[in-house]
């Protein structure tokens, strides 16, 4: 009796899980305390970009490595921390937004290009950066607010900022001075930001992995009839994380920038539109004052892609549900 040959293994066959196979709850619940856990490891991260961004011309820290001895001179470990807990409180609601919408228009996306018969790296990269582009603009509602008052945090008393006694000040002084619209400064820059900067990252990390298990010879003409190992999948994900944020550092740091400079700004009047922070920023360092913090932002892209979607890839095998 002839034996049948073993099926080709195709590596996504082994790495997806689809949304419909999960167990939400779980995934909800345990996801809140893992990525809390992330959040807490790379936050100083994001103060140390977000300070970098709003300096002054006459500041001394121009370098990341000054801003967090500054930080640590003044105020300490806690000072690396300004506005975490505003940040948490907002993250578990914008974070369930994003990966529901990410994970159901992810489904949709793939069944749309599929059609037209791209090459497997080029659908993933379409149908991932319009499932990230889509979860962004929905989880902008809730984040947007959270960003402002946790930015305003981050450099109170910096650079000639003013110093509050919390979130609840921060966002009370605010909508005393410029109504709910206030806690939305910058909205249709940080739409414009992260919506790009989403979509590249994913359209980055879900084509990266596929050219990765193409080379590794599991691509899906490969006669490989032995599915990866674990451990070789998370090293391809991780890789796939880092060369995302890279890539949306990249191309989204101009706009952030500028979306951050212009939510710290005071309470004053006549506070600068976008076009005068452009130029502001082009009379103080030119072109190059764009990519102000580029370092920091790049390094919490890659170090915050990579944690989040391992632990986001780990959480979805927990709490995968079996047939």
Known sequence: MNTP???????????????????KKRFYVVGAGLFTGVTVALYPVSV????????SRDIAERSAFSVVKGILKNDGVPGLYRGFGTVITGAVP???????????????????????????????????????MTASLFSQAVFVPIDVVSQKLMVQGYSGHATYTGGIDVATKIIKSYGVRGLYRGFGLSVMTYSPS???WWASYGSSQRVIWRLLGYGSDSKATVAP????IVLVQALGGIIAGATASS???????????????????NRPSAKQVVKDLIAQDGWKGFYRGLGPRFFSMSAWGTSMILTYEYLKRLCAVED
Do not use: C, Y
């Not at 191309?251 to 009047?269: A, F, N, S, Y």
């Open 251 to 269: 191309i989204t740091t101009p706009l952030d920038t500028i979306k951050t400079r212009l939510q710290v700004m005071g309470h004053q009047e």
């Open 94 to 132: 914008a974070r369930i937004i994003f990966l529901t919408a990410l994970e159901t228009t992810k489904i949709s996306a793939f069944k749309l290009v599929a059609p037209f018969e791209f090459s497997e790296p080029t659908q993933a990269a379409i149908a991932n950066g319009m499932a990230g």
């Open 48 to 55: 140390v970009k977000t300070r970098l961004q709003v300096a």
């Open 5 to 23: 040959p073993s099926p080709r293994v195709a590596p996504f066959v082994q790495t997806e899980i689809n949304w419909d196979k999960l167990d």
């Open 229 to 232: 190992s674990q451990s070789k």
């Open 198 to 200: 989403s979509a590249a």
